[in-house]
């Protein structure tokens, strides 16, 4: 089966399967929030991606593998809701931006900057810091070695535009100033990119649109 990334709440997993990672992506109620989780081929070690509601359809997609760590892409309770449940019965470590640990009820184990490192196995995610949506989302980048890079954005950047900053004009052009630094200027065209809700899209899909996000100003 072919990958599509295209997942609704209360449906099955999609499973995107690269040379050295897989990356099961699920949709959960009640904000239609994405979970991802990888998976190294190589050495079966799983991460968990936002464990954002449902702790039954997060186990369920964890399996009796477990995993060894959760990463919380940002503070916003959406994305969160879940994680005291999966941490307790997992014992995974916790990671989040160290700009938005305090937001986030559940202890962070590893305080996350930019530019720090993330292993999943063998399989290395670098997170980047993006600040507008709120001051420290982090987005996670897999470069991989076997193909294109894949992104995992939170809610900093989705089809059609960059994430929610709540009218507030100084916040926008952060977060389109990163985006456009830290992921348009170092990625190519082919980056895949899963969002924190909805269907997933590429760098090269929106390149063409950044103009127009700047000019209309959301």
């Not at 359809?57 to 994680?83: E, F, M």
């Amino acid at each position: 089966m072919t990958y599509s990334g295209a997942v609704k709440v209360g449906g099955g997993a999609d499973v995107h399967e690269l040379t050295a990672l897989m990356i099961s992506k699920v949709a959960v109620g009640p904000m239609n929030n994405n979970a991802y989780l990888l998976r190294c081929r190589a050495t079966g070690e799983q991460l968990l991606i936002d464990a954002a509601n449902e702790t039954g359809t997060l186990l369920q997609l964890i399996g009796d593998d477990s995993i060894a760590s959760v990463v919380t892409t940002h503070r916003h309770g959406d994305h969160w809701q879940s994680l005291e449940a999966v941490v307790a019965a997992t014992g995974a470590r916790t990671y989040a931006g160290r700009y938005d640990a305090e937001g986030i009820p559940v202890p962070t184990d590893v305080p996350v900057e930019d530019g720090d490192t993330i292993e999943v196995g063998q399989v290395s995610l670098t997170a980047r810091r993006l600040i507008g949506h709120t001051p420290g989302s982090i987005v996670l980048v897999y470069d991989d070695p076997h193909g294109h890079p894949h992104v995992f954005t939170g809610d900093c950047l989705f089809p059609g535009g960059v994430g929610n900053t709540f009218e507030d004009p100084r916040a926008f052009t952060s977060l389109l100033d990163g985006v456009e630094a830290k992921l348009f200027a170092e990625l190519p065209d082919e980056s895949w990119v899963y969002p924190g809700h909805g269907h997933d899209t590429t760098l090269g899909s929106e390149r063409p649109h950044l103009g127009e996000w700047r000019a209309r100003g959301w």
